[in-house]
């Protein structure tokens, strides 16, 4: 076809879409939708990734380098950004000669040597400044503590500029003086010129000067105080972080001379002293592939050969699916718009064609507005998207928890995205287009249909794609055929294009049920099945909708059962349980006033059982060092051999095989879901609180010195296996190094029926003194009768919020589902979407139904047979629609589902993890709904919008 045919057919279609402005606009806004969620996600991901100036920027401020010692006398090999990757090879693991160490001179050097010190005499001419960030600490907030890590640098110093911003206020510029981030004032209700604290420094109160942040990290509440100020003062700091200038700073940013720099090779000599550096130049230019040891090792240690190709990602597959499937969806809907359309211009459509016109240029009106408006879609869309993220950019920065580096607009992305609009425009148009350019020229002029029986090949090979379809999907999901990303969309786009192929066949089917229905039904059933022109593309609209409704329905209602079996609960339902947590009051220091706290605040508590946490080498908690560990051992033949101390002697392969054939591996070992630890000191109060026990043997065992557990597996010979482990030491350790470990014996009785409890162990506390053992106040547990209210809830949070974060308080109420909602959100939303398509549909039916409502009205029919006859019109259509998409949803749903459980499996995965992972459920009530009400309420609405009275027109003809 000439250019000059395609330019008359556009301004044809212009001026079509000009008079049918409600049809154009229902178009424009389904293709605009995606465009603008598809463009705005581009600009957001673009303008957060960020360009390497940027990068270098943030990671370093204005320096040259950033440089860390990992440790003094490691080798390291990293990549150019050491962000990306990188290997350590400790002093312990050098080689040995004669049982001692041969080191090279580089880690002699680095073990002898101040770490400040040798990075000077490598780096000459540099100034080395101090990067310290401490611990959370307990810090004053307005209504009582909050933890928040300390940062010391100056941000007076240029240095800082883009690793650290002040955005409000000044910097600080005395030594009682902080900024804060604005997540710290958020969370603790404090301002500009308010005073803080950090305990421990209660008696000199630090003032807020401004608000300053990294803007790589927007969630962290810190402070930000002058170097010296705050982390040598705070009590236990050299066993909290171990970073005073006592112990050596260990990481730091390096300026050096006015062009000078950091290139490749000093960064590799920087490696074999123990430094990880982080080079602006090397950032900036980095080195060839070839150039870095850090590549060449991990290609010798097979590195990437395991990794899971891009589209066979899980996450990939799941957003591929979804975005292709919507897009389809998208086709299909606006397809009965442009019938709309072709059907009102039946008659120029047929002047076109006895004009001259070939069934070509006919086709080329109708894919004009496919273009037309797939195109003015697209840009809406697309302006839309752009403005969308410009305007809510500080919000979209906030929700992501980072700054974007700059508004990131790439032409090609954007090209792109206006091509899928104009794509989607014209796939719509295509069937109308067909058809249209196929219509008999008489019939188009006279307004006579020219009917035609369904055709077999078509409803052929529509089964066959929708067989094919589906197998390629479910088959696909596990990798049974290359790219799963392809294998799932591709499948599940033809099952439903086989089930849209097979629609008007389908719908011949339907009307042989016709013969059953009263008139109105009947009538409207006949005429649907006449003009299979126009029913077919409103059916397939309605079963997109539908379609989805029910994919998603399922894929949220199966999620939603695989967590609610994953789910472990904290205790009884009704418990109440709280915890010193991991805040300020971690150490137990506060329990008491907590405790008062939450029975003010909660009625009807009961009796209150208090747990002890059993600790080996004392409570480490509060200081953050390792005091090793106490728990319940499973005994030696019945532990998993990939979960046990001689794991690291098994190969990939072995681990693989253990996992999958050892029915000692596929025990599920979860405990309760507190922090109370493996091994709690309590009384027969403490077994009915936390674990629902009222058996009052189990209580007189735990005073006569027994231990209670509740796995069998765990018990042997009416003993049960405490094991003891010894800390972690301080320093360099080998790469497989495992602490020691001794075993002791306590009698113990069984109580069985508590889910989820295995690994679990309560003794007395006279237990706890003879085994040798140390106890520490952890918290409390209730179990009121019933759950308390939501306000009481409410009210004991606020008032332990008061008192310190990091408090662990818990209702247990069971698992809360948050699918309902989801699923009942999305069943309204294909509704409504299965409506106005339904309702698209009716209003054509109408139309071309005028000359029969004329002949009913002369022999007599009653006015309100137009309104009955509009109803079920639109019925038939969404009750066709309905039941199909009902069936073609459930394909790309089970895909998907066999797709996480196929990307979630791993050697030793438990029969219970198994089940759930893969399982598949159907939410029969939304279904229900949506195949029986949907229909329903397109009769009821189609029959009230509908004028009862009819016009007498002339017959054509």
């Known amino acids: 076809m000439k250019l000059s045919s395609w330019r008359v057919a556009l301004r044809i279609a212009r001026r079509d879409a000009l008079r049918a402005k409600g049809r154009s606009a229902l178009v424009v806004a389904m293709v605009a939708l995606p465009v603008l969620g598809v463009a705005g996600a581009d600009v957001v991901f673009r303008s957060a990734d960020l360009d390497p100036v940027e990068k270098v920027v943030r990671t370093m401020g204005q320096s040259a380098a950033e440089l860390r010692i990992l440790d003094r006398g ?65 810090t004053s907030t307005a209504e009582g503590l909050s933890n928040v890590r300390i940062t010391e640098a100056d941000l007076a110093d240029p240095v800082w500029r883009g690793r650290y911003e002040i955005v409000k206020g000044r910097a600080p510029s005395a030594d009682h003086e902080v900024a804060a981030s604005q997540e710290f004032l958020n969370t603790s209700g404090l301002r500009i010129g308010d005073r803080t604290a950090p305990r421990g420094l209660e008696a000199t109160p630090f003032t807020i000067t401004g608000v300053a942040e990294y803007p790589g990290d927007l969630r962290t509440a810190v402070l930000f105080a002058r170097p010296g100020t705050v982390l040598d003062k705070l009590p236990s700091n050299g066993v909290r972080n171990g970073s005073s200038e006592s112990e050596g700073v260990s990481h730091w940013l390096v300026e050096l001379p006015t062009g000078a720099g950091v290139d490749w090779p000093k960064v590799m000599e920087l490696n074999k002293y123990g430094f990880l550096a982080s080079s602006r130049a090397v ?24 990794r899971t190709a891009f589209f066979d ?23 009965p718009a442009f019938a709309v359309g072709a059907r009102r211009s039946r008659r120029q459509l047929g002047l076109l064609a006895a004009g001259g016109g070939d069934r070509a240029q006919v086709r080329a009106v109708v894919l004009g507005g496919g273009v037309v408006l797939g195109l003015t879609g697209a840009v809406v869309g697309l302006a839309g998207g752009i403005g969308l993220v410009a305007l809510l950019r500080t919000r979209a920065e906030e929700a992501a928890g ?44 006279t307004g006579r249909d020219n009917l035609k029986p369904p055709s077999r090949k078509l409803a052929l090979l529509g089964l066959l ?58 009538l409207a059933l006949r005429d649907s099945v006449r003009h299979r022109g126009r029913t077919a593309p409103a059916v397939a609209a309605v079963m997109a909708a539908v379609a989805g409704s029910v994919a998603v329905g399922v894929y949220v209602a199966s999620s939603d059962e695989e967590h609610r079996r ?40 009961g009796a209150r059982a208090d747990v002890q946490r059993v600790n080996y080498l004392g409570d480490c908690r509060a200081t953050g060092r390792s005091c090793g560990r106490v728990s319940v051992a499973l005994p030696e033949e019945r532990q998993c051999p990939i979960w046990g101390k001689g794991r690291r002697s098994l190969s990939p392969e072995e681990i693989e095989r253990l996992g999958r054939e050892d029915q000692r591996c596929k025990e599920r070992g979860i405990t309760r879901g507190n922090s109370f630890g493996a091994v709690q000191s309590g009384d027969a109060t403490l077994l009915r609180n936390l674990y629902g026990v009222t058996d009052p043997a189990a209580g007189q065992a735990i005073a006569e010195g027994k231990a209670v557990v509740f796995d069998e597996r765990y018990l042997k010979d009416g003993k049960v296996a405490v094991e003891l482990t010894e800390p972690y030491p301080d320093g360099p350790m080998d790469a497989d190094f495992e602490p020691a470990a001794r075993t002791v014996t306590v009698d113990a009785v069984l109580v069985t029926g508590q889910p989820n409890v295995g690994g679990t162990a309560v003794v007395g506390a006279e237990t706890v003194r003879r085994l040798g053992l140390t106890s520490t106040d952890a918290g409390s547990v209730w179990l009121p009768d019933t759950a308390p209210a939501d306000a009481a809830e409410q009210r004991a949070r606020a008032a332990l919020a008061k008192l310190s974060d990091g408090i662990e308080f818990e209702v247990e109420r069971g698992y809360q589902s948050p699918g309902d909602l989801i699923s009942l959100g999305l069943t309204a939303f294909a509704g409504l979407v299965a409506l106005g398509a339904a309702g698209i549909a009716t209003g054509l039916a109408a139309a071309d139904s005028q000359r029969d409502l004329t002949t009913l009205a002369a022999v007599g029919a009653a006015p309100r ?3 009955t006859l509009s109803g079920f019109q639109c019925g038939v259509i969404a009750a066709m629609g309905a039941l199909l998409g009902a069936a073609a949803g459930v394909v790309p749903a089970v895909a998907l589902r066999k797709v996480e459980a196929a990307g979630a499996s791993y050697p030793g995965m438990s029969l219970q993890e198994e089940a759930a992972k893969g399982i598949v459920v159907f939410p029969w009530l939304n279904i229900g709904v949506t195949v029986v009400v949907l229909p329903l309420l397109a009769v009821a609405l189609a029959a009230l919008l509908t004028r009862s009275r009819i016009s007498l027109l002339r017959r054509s003809g």
Do not use: C
């Open 74 to 138: 490691a080798v390291v090999l990293q990549a150019p950004d050491p962000a990306e990757d990188f290997h350590l090879t400790d002093a312990s693991e050098t080689k040995k000669e004669n049982g001692q160490p041969v080191y090279t001179p580089e880690q002699r050097l680095s073990l002898d040597t101040e770490p400040a010190e040798l990075a000077r005499r490598l780096l000459p001419g540099a100034t080395l400044v101090p990067f310290r960030e401490g611990p959370y600490v307990a």
């Open 313 to 335: 990602r899980t996450a990939v597959v799941v957003l591929g699916t979804v975005v292709g499937m919507a897009l389809l969806e998208i086709v299909l809907l606006a397809g």
């Open 566 to 605: 994953e789910y472990v609960a904290a205790g009884p339902a009704n418990a109440v349980i709280l915890s010193s947590g991991w805040g300020a009051a971690s150490d137990g220091s506060m329990l008491a006033q907590q405790r008062g706290a939450v029975q003010n605040s909660v009625p009807g508590l």
């Open 465 to 522: 794609m929708l067989g094919g379809g589906s197998a390629l999907a479910l088959l696909g999901a596990t990798g049974g055929f290359g790219s799963r990303s392809l294998a799932v969309l591709g499948g599940s786009a033809i099952a439903e294009l086989g089930m849209v192929a097979l629609t008007p066949y389908l719908v011949g089917l339907f009307g042989r049920i016709g013969r059953w229905l009263p008139l109105g039904p009947r």
């Open 402 to 445: 980072q700054r974007f580096g700059h508004f990131d607009l790439q032409p090609l992305d954007l090209l792109g995205i206006l091509l899928i609009g104009l794509v989607t425009g014209l796939l719509a148009a295509v069937v109308p287009a067909v058809q249209a350019s196929r219509q008999d020229v008489v019939a188009a002029l």
């Open 865 to 867: 047979i137009r309104r």
């Open 283 to 306: 950032l900036l230019d980095p080195p060839a592939r070839s150039e870095v040891p850090f590549y060449a090792y991990q290609d010798s240690q097979g590195g990437g050969g395991t």
